[in-house]
């Protein structure tokens, strides 16, 4: 018997249960029937990173020293991208290890650079990339034989061909998304047929920028069909299998576009530039690419043209990512804030001013709601090391929005009004998730349970007979069937493990403060940049 992992990335019940109701997730109803789950909540952001890793390692962030994808640094007026490297922690996977237990993990999300494990680790995206416009082909899995394997046996992909953005979402895009999750579910299940690991992890996480772009239409209930139709693989075998997501996904009523919001607010200014010169002209990034695709000329342009001129082109929507801190007038910022909420005061923390402007902005955003429906814009704002706990929480950006329901925030810079009733997304993400533990050791309880997305971990872990860390933030969730070994036996407690990536030049750069946007981080930031995660 194996214990699997099958993370559906963006996952949340009310999203499926239709097609549960009508019977297309025949599969996904079985394990129901027999398993005992509900809904798991995932830590703030509700973003894949940092919430694969919270899964992972069954900390909060604050444990981690990574809080999303990205961190805006005000001191040195950058971006920085995170990779696996940069996580302060080790995961469960290093735990079964060390108690002599195998495991692989396929396509989750955070893991590039791979790692060497006791089994294997295949890297997903979208952090996986080796250039902004082409896939991995190399260095995307340990050991080399697994590699080896995976490109010559199953012609593995990292990515979909062509790729999926606000621009491109027809149907060669929508196939690719497609034909990518049979591949995952080829790949995981040759794997485990070959290496015969004690666990196995599986994510299908471009499934999510269906529902970003279609929320709950035709092309996602295609992708849930085809998810479903894929796990009966594991079915039958007596294996016990959690099914999990890192967030749910809620249909986009709203978009707040909270730095036209500080801007408008007088905490952030900006100044005129070829940007705003090229998006009154008509001639935006989504024009732009439409027309290098039609030509076929993507990857001539994107060799020819210089990378700093193409950052020029302007969104639709305005100035974004990394452009946002070129166009900014930083003398006269206060605050500035990435998608989905983050905010980060350009005031160091010592000075007088500090603790009053997140005041102000604390009441401000929590008092705000939309001039129609009157709806809340903000659930609630935190400040980042309150909210989160651990020996990193001091990182923490400055202030965390919780987002109001069916609203998606965006860190454009340029709209008139902060609040629009649509954007790029149709399907946003909300921390809401999902959980359900199957097989022999599980009890059959229905889905009325709740959870932490940091439970998973240290109740997979006391599954399998291993002891939990003393450091984990999650619990052991009772979920166990009665007469099993799990459900008789008491959880055990250890020392953890370092989680450190030794001799990593990155880590040494990061540690140093000498970290400058690298090749890497520009193709990480374009895949984000397809799927609308940097807006």
Partial sequence: MTTITIGLDGANWDLIRDWLEEGRLPNLQRLIDDGVGGVSKSCLPPIT??????????????KLDVFRFDRIDTAEREHVFHDATDFRSAELWDYLNDEGLSAGVVNKPSTYPPKEI?????????????????????????????????????????????????????EAEIEAVLDLIDLRFEAADRLLDREDPDFLHLTVFYSMALQHYFWDGEPVRRAWERIDEHLGRFLGDGHDILVMSDHGTWHVDTVFYLNAWLAQEGYLATERGVDELLGKAGFTKERALAAAKALGMTETLANVVPERVQRLVPWEEGVKRDRVLSVLDWEETTAVASNQGPIYLTLPRDHP????????????????????????IVKAVYRGEEYYHGPYAENAPDLLLDQGENVHVSDAVGPDDPIADEGVW???????????????????????ERASITDLTPTLLHAMGAAVPEDLDGEVLDVFAPGTQAAERAVEYRTPLTGDRDGDDREEQRSSGSRTQSDDDEAVEQRLADLGYLE
């Fill in 49 to 62: 990173v940092p919430n694969w890793k919270c899964y992972a390692t069954g900390k909060n962030p604050g």
């Fill in 118 to 170: 006791d089994g294997f680790v295949v890297a997903g995206g979208p952090d996986a990339s080796e250039t902004t416009y082409r896939s991995l082909d190399s260095g995307f899995a340990t050991p080399p034989d697994v590699e080896r394997f995976l490109r010559e046996e199953l012609d593995y992909r990292v990515h979909p061909n062509p790729m999926i953005s606000p621009t491109e979402k027809g």
């Fill in 353 to 376: 001013d500090y603790e009053t402007v997140r005041t102000e902005l604390i009441e401000k955003l929590e008092a705000l709601t939309h001039p129609e429906t009157g709806q809340p």
């Fill in 426 to 448: 149709a399907g946003g993400n909300m921390p809401e998730g999902v959980f359900l533990f199957s097989g022999p050791s599980f009890r059959s309880a229905g889905l009325g």
